[in-house]
């Protein structure tokens, strides 16, 4: 469930601090506080609560104090932390390798382009495990994400598709990375809440289940393979890569392309 991104961001603030106009106040500033100072610290404080509190435990008071400043020094960079998530959200943003290996990717047909863009998506969520929890409805365009758009948009182009299509394709791919990582980061989020493993929770419930499936009421599940549920997340993640991908070739690889 995405969260902590509504309407109450001051759209025009943000897009102004995305795009440059981060101009210092005049006074009051404390020694070497910046915008970008900021940003940088609000990730590192998010990155190290995501798994353990949550998104919704960032505060600009939290962010102050890793930095060593009273909160109100904050607000006279940034709004608040609606805006502070906007700037945070294009400041993980970095080019993958993909994008600046171009005519070796390129080479390898549309497939490779759009494994390494996804394989990207699904590092920076792994990294980064609150990211993908940011409610990215209406999203802004800050330069790294631009860029990474302008790069995957302009090698994408020489395999056929027109511009509606592909963004179609680029925006279901993006959909299903990011579900499938807030699955995966809730798992371990759950994980570090209640100091059970996975594998301790299904051995929990091994008992029931057992005595429930000897039963003769679930046939089928009683005769699964032993291997059934044997996949990891990262194994998860290629497969339904690789089968959104079959179904884009039936698209970018019909005889007219």
Not at 96 to 121: F, L, T
Not at 125 to 136: I, K, T
Not at 202 to 226: C, H, K, N, Y
Request: net charge negative; glycine share 10%; aromatic share 8%.
């Amino acid at each position: 469930m995405a969260t902590e991104h509504g309407d109450e961001r001051d759209l025009g603030r943000s897009l102004k601090l995305l795009w440059g106009d981060r101009a210092r106040p005049a006074r009051g500033r404390p020694p070497g506080l910046s915008v970008d100072r900021i940003v940088a610290a609000a990730v590192e404080v998010a990155d190290g609560i995501a798994l353990t509190e949550g998104l919704e435990a960032l505060s600009m008071r939290r962010v102050a104090t890793h930095l060593g400043v009273g909160t109100m020094s904050l607000y006279r960079y940034v709004p608040g932390k609606s805006e502070l998530l906007d700037l945070m959200l294009d400041y993980v943003v970095t080019p993958s390798a993909a994008h600046e290996c171009g005519g070796e990717v390129e080479a390898g047909g549309w497939r490779e382009v759009m494994a390494a863009d996804a394989r990207g998506h699904w590092r920076l969520c792994m990294d980064h495990p609150w990211y993908p929890f940011v409610d990215q409805s209406r999203p802004l365009l800050g330069p790294n994400t631009l860029r990474g758009l302008d790069s995957l948009m302009g090698r994408m182009r020489a395999f056929g598709p027109d511009d509606r299509t592909l963004m179609m394709m680029i925006g279901i791919q993006y959909d299903f990375v990011h579900a499938l990582a807030r699955s995966h980061i809730s798992e371990l989020r759950a994980e570090a809440r209640t100091g059970l493993s996975s594998e301790e929770f299904w051995e929990q419930q091994s008992p029931t289940l057992i005595r429930v499936l000897s039963s003769g009421a679930f046939p089928t599940m009683a005769d699964l393979d032993e291997k059934t549920f044997d996949f990891s997340y990262e194994q998860l993640f290629e497969f339904g890569m690789a089968r959104l991908h079959d179904g884009f070739a039936l698209l970018l690889d019909a005889p007219s392309h």
